[in-house]
């Protein structure tokens, strides 16, 4: 069974930076990794991935050129650096991670099987 697990959320200005990070309790090699987000009151929403099938990065329209996933593989870690934050990014975070194939944007949370516990990110004046 994969765990991931969620750090890096807080308080933040508008206009500010935050890294969140998931630690995978082994390799993701072979897994699509997706970061996703739910605010109050809201679906779930995919923000960013890395595909399994092309190893290409998708990002949602709303956080494109302000958010950046990238992977080190030597710590099982993912990472989601966010730039440039306005306070409708504010939402719990969840890292997702798929075994199988996703021949899709990998931005669709149904896709997913494993998941972390979440972080809060407020962006707040």
């Known amino acids: 069974q994969l765990q991931l697990v969620e750090s890096g959320g807080g308080l933040v200005q508008p206009g500010g930076s935050l890294r969140l990070s998931c630690a995978a309790s082994?390799?993701?090699?072979?897994?699509?990794i997706g970061w996703f987000r739910q605010a109050p009151g809201k679906e779930r929403e995919g923000v960013s991935c890395i595909s399994n099938n092309d190893r290409s990065t998708n990002y949602a329209d709303s956080v494109k050129g302000r958010f950046t996933i990238s992977r080190d593989n030597a710590k099982n870690t993912v990472y989601l650096q966010m730039d440039s934050l306005k306070p409708e990014d504010t939402a719990v975070y969840y890292c997702?991670?798929?075994?199988?194939?996703?021949?899709?944007?990998?931005?669709?949370?149904?896709?997913?099987?494993?998941w972390g516990q979440g972080t809060q990110v407020t962006v707040s004046a």
């Open positions: 997702a991670a798929e075994p199988y194939t996703i021949r899709t944007m990998c931005l669709r949370s149904y896709e997913y099987t494993y």
């Open positions: 082994r390799t993701l090699d072979y897994y699509a």
